[in-house]
């Protein structure tokens, strides 16, 4: 594959992924006049967002199959040209069940990105470059949430059915683009044996994903996933709540908004993230845990700068190198996972680390709620002791992750090496291309 042309996939892959989390946004900062229109209350938006959480349980389980069985470009262009599809329905809906319906579904088929995309992109380049590859990816998320809330921000208030049907649109033509200019990569690409040798002889098999989901160096890798993936959503959802309660912030308005260094954070933090993993990479194949340790030990001190300030302004500038820390193991993430994982059974696994990260968001979200409730009734407190629940759990995710990093250390080396060996044995000379026909 040619530079030329390995931009332009990737780049294509990584507008995908900001318009998925875009479209998956777009629904909060419209809260208002959806609520209105359609005559909604907090308990019906509670059932959306329960509904697409389970429609995206249940689509990383089924794409993840699917994906290591057959082309991963076409699980990502089928799942983009659906939700895009169902995006631009969004805008047309009538009343709560078609709203539900049409989240449950958009959430489902984007289910198909994160299963096949991020195997391909391993795939597209060199282990060497992979790092900051995944970085960029891991950027998608913080740019596409900017995305979302700026669009909606300047066309949801007097018609916020324009943002789905805008959104739609640009989808399906970057799903059409993908189908029609991009290839299937070679299963394991991006590893030098296959380079090498030209093709790979892997086959996904159950046996084989049953192997894959014994390495010890995968499972601690869902755990360390788990940890900082529930402390930023927990970060999403209650950070407003608290700069409120404790009077940080002066209005929801600039609660809401005070995410935005945070945001800048994590970009900076995954892109920075990614470049370290591919330059360490030089000096040590255990790059991706050093930065996922920095990772850890950095967010985790942050965090307790950003929970002793009670100035907004002070707030904001730890909020942005508590993002900045925190997003650098955004790529590690895939990185070590992908050190570890044949190619045959890279999208299951992706998949499987996906579900453990949803559930364990759910429980986390609902403990820090429990804590502050009942912290509050014991203290006698009229709100619930919010600071209790929300540094609580935010310090034990971190210092968790920490220890996580910690023991990646020790295990990665030998997972490594067996999957270069696995790899190998597997790597096979390319077909030559069939005869011209007489």
Partial sequence: MGRGYVVFAVSLLLLISTLKVADRELLAPLYDPVSRELGLNDLQ??????????????GTLLFGLLADRWRRRDVVALGTLCWSAITWGTGQVRNFLHLLLARAGM??????????????????????????????????????TVVALVVAALLGTANWRSPFIYFGLPGIILGLLLLLFVREPVRGGGEEEVMEAGGYAGRFSWAALRQTLRVRTALLVYLLDSCQGSTWWAFSFWAPAYLLRYHIAPDPDTAALA?????????????LGGWLIDR??????????????????????????????????????????????????????????????????RSSATAADGVIMSAFSALTAFSIGAVSHYVGLWQGLAEGNLRAGFQGATTVLLTGGLFVSLALLRTAPADMTALRRHVAARAVAAAPPDPPEA
Avoid: Q
């Avoid at 938006?45 to 249940?58: C, D, P, W, Y």
């Avoid at 995309?117 to 380049?125: C, E, T």
């Avoid at 997003?327 to 059974?345: F, G, H, K, Q």
């Fill in 259 to 271: 995410l935005l260094p945070a945001v800048a954070g994590f970009v900076v933090g995954t892109v």
């Fill in 107 to 144: 959430s489902f088929f984007h289910s198909a990105y994160s299963t096949a995309a991020y195997p391909m992109l391993s795939d597209l380049v060199p282990r060497r470059s992979r790092g900051m590859v995944m970085g960029l990816a891991g950027a998608t998320f913080a740019v596409g």
């Fill in 45 to 58: 938006f509670g059932a959306i967002r329960s509904a697409t959480n389970i429609a995206l349980i249940a």
């Fill in 280 to 345: 360490l990479r030089k000096r040590t194949e255990r790059s991706a845990i050093w930065v996922s340790l920095i990772s850890m030990a950095g967010a985790l001190a942050m965090s307790v700068v950003v929970f002793a300030l009670r100035d907004l302004t002070g707030v904001l500038t730890a909020g942005f190198f508590l993002g900045l820390f925190g997003y650098m193991v955004m790529p590690a993430i895939n990185v070590i996972l992908y050190d570890v994982v044949p190619p045959e059974t």
